[in-house]
Structures are given as C-alpha cells and as structure tokens.
C-alpha cells in the first residue's frame, strides 16, 4: 500500500461534503461518520495478506479468495475516532477493538496520553488506526508510537480529512505507516484547525460545540 491514499468514490465524496457542511446537526454527523468510516476500511483492507480455500455452492465446488490471517485491531483515538470505528465494526465485526486517548493542548497543540487500552491479539494482527482528522499530526505521531509500542507489527493510519502538514510530520516519524484519507485539504491555519475542513469533528460528533 502506498503511503498516502486518498479514496477516490462517488458516494464517499457525497458523504464528506455533508460532513463539512456547517449545516449537518450532529445525530447526522455521527451517522456519515460511521459511513465514512466503513469506506475508508474498505479501502484500508484492500491488500491484506490472502489465499484461497475450497467453497462448495449450491452447484458446484471452487477455489475462492480469502483472508490468509486474522482481521486486524480496530483502534479509535478517543473521543473522536469513535466515529469512524463505528463504521468499522460494521465491516469487520469480529475484530478486536482497542482505545487511545489522547487530549491536545489548545495552545502548545501537543498532545497528553490519558488512556491505553489494547487488545493483546494486536501483536499478531496488527491494527488499523482512526482519528477523523491528521491536522499538525502530533496527535497522530503519538498514538501510531502507542500501538507500536504496544507490540503492533504493523498498522495503517486512517482519516476523513489530512492537512499536507499532518502528512508531512507523520510520514517522517512513522514512514512504514500508509495513511488512508477521504480528502487532502488545503493547509492549516493559524490554530492548528484544517481548512477548509469541517471544525471540530469530536464536538460535532458528540454536540458538545459551544
């Protein structure tokens, strides 16, 4: 898989603008959350490791493509990756799902660990993590170096929108991580907010915008 991936799909288009739309109210916002969520696994999964294995139908016997291995951890970076994981669990239901929360510094724009919750399959499975947005990428570098940590042999980093600076600082910290995305926006401004973007997915998610 490359290192930047961005989903090229009608319907997932469709859904991010809606998302951006200052207009959508939240109960809707979660719902295309969790739509784009499941695309981007879709996309996210494309390569993973596979072989074949005998499938008798009602009419005959074949050799059909299957997973060579378990499904990878979900891993949501909390509050907002939960969102996108909902989506997620619909197209791998039987994954182990794992947390990461992080909380950002409005004025440093670092990021704070508060929480760690890992599945201990992802040592074999490896994980695929959510945040909806890679905007300066420091909360990004730091969960990625969590799951890592954590044991993950391998991971994939997925996001409805990046910033090119976000793209820039995590494929420098992590460059064997590929980061799936529905959209490269423009730039950043001046605080650390992706534009044109779509605010702050967390507070629109859950209606705690002020």
């Known amino acids: 898989m490359s290192a930047l991936t961005i ?45 074949t294995r005998r499938v008798t139908t009602p009419l005959t016997e074949m050799d059909h493509r299957v997973l060579a291995g378990p499904e990878p951890v979900l891993v949501a970076v909390l509050r907002a990756g939960l969102g996108l994981l909902e989506g997620a669990m619909q197209v791998l239901p039987d994954a182990p799902v794992g947390h990461v929360g992080l909380a950002r510094d409005e004025h440093t724009l670092k990021p704070s660990q508060y929480l760690l919750r890992m599945p201990p399959e992802v ?6 993590l959510y945040d909806p947005m890679l905007a300066t990428g420091g909360s990004a570098i730091a969960a990625v170096a969590r799951v ?3 044991g993950a042999p391998h991971l994939r980093f997925v996001c409805a929108l990046a ?11 992590h460059p064997d991580v590929p980061i799936i995305t529905a959209a490269l926006d423009e730039r ?3 605080r650390g907010f992706i534009v044109p973007g779509l605010g702050d997915a967390g507070d629109r998610c859950f209606g705690t915008e002020g």
């Open 7 to 51: 989903a090229d799909h009608a319907l997932l288009s469709h859904r991010m603008a809606e998302l951006r739309d200052v207009a959508t109210p939240s109960p809707r916002f979660r719902r295309l959350l969790a739509e784009i969520g499941a695309m981007l696994t879709m996309e996210a999964t494309r390569n993973l490791p596979s072989t």
């Open 123 to 128: 040592t074999l499975r490896g994980a695929i």
């Open 148 to 150: 890592k940590e954590a």
């Open 163 to 173: 910033a090119p600076e976000g793209v820039a600082k995590l494929r420098a910290a």
């Open 188 to 190: 950043l401004n001046e």
